[in-house]
């Protein structure tokens, strides 16, 4: 117990010492359209948010099949277009986490990036939503830019 008050106590100081994670933001408009959902056609659509303050201090990087597609900060999201089929995205921090989904085109998938205490650094899980929650979740961010050009789409 009194561990995790001195792991809460040293996340906050981290925080307040380096101020929150920077990360590549999307214009307002942008991600005003993003929060349309508007589906695609011949892709799906995938949502990775990150709704909490918890860890504000960290990044974390977001890979779909190896590949890295940005970096989360609190409260925000990308969207991506991903081709169908199957695919692990993983979230990296002490302890990386992997959820495998097979995607279907013309379907949008919300996937929750949970951050938790870690012993030296925030850890991390993915969890597939539904659609009322993660919408929900969604509107509470910001979008993001992705650094996989191939996985941007285009403002709905």
């Known amino acids: 117990?009194?561990?995790?008050?001195?792991?809460?106590?040293?996340?906050?100081?981290?925080?307040?010492?380096?101020?929150?994670?920077?990360v590549?933001?999307?214009?307002?408009?942008?991600?005003?359209?993003?929060?349309?959902?508007?589906?695609?056609?011949?892709?799906?659509?995938?949502?990775?948010?990150?709704n909490e303050i918890l860890g504000a201090a960290i990044k974390m990087p977001v890979n779909v099949d190896g590949m890295l597609?940005?970096?989360t900060g609190p409260k925000s999201f990308l969207r991506l277009g991903v081709a169908p089929g199957k695919h692990t995205i993983s979230s990296l921090a002490e302890k990386n986490a992997d959820l495998n989904i097979d995607l279907?085109?013309?379907?949008?998938?919300?996937?929750?990036?949970?951050?938790?205490?870690?012993l030296?650094?925030?850890?991390?899980?993915?969890?597939?939503?539904?659609?009322?929650?993660?919408?929900?979740?969604?509107?509470?961010c910001d979008l993001l830019e992705t650094s996989a050009p191939a996985m941007r789409l285009a403002s709905p």
């Open 1 to 22: 117990m009194k561990f995790s008050y001195l792991a809460a106590a040293a996340i906050a100081v981290a925080c307040l010492v380096s101020g929150c994670a920077s």
């Open 24 to 50: 590549n933001k999307a214009s307002d408009s942008a991600s005003a359209q993003a929060k349309t959902f508007t589906p695609v056609t011949d892709k799906a659509v995938v949502y990775i948010y990150r």
């Open 120 to 140: 030296m650094s925030a850890r991390t899980q993915l969890h597939l939503m539904t659609p009322t929650e993660g919408q929900k979740g969604v509107r509470e």
């Open 69 to 71: 597609v940005g970096e």
């Open 104 to 118: 279907e085109a013309g379907h949008t998938y919300y996937v929750w990036q949970e951050v938790k205490m870690g």
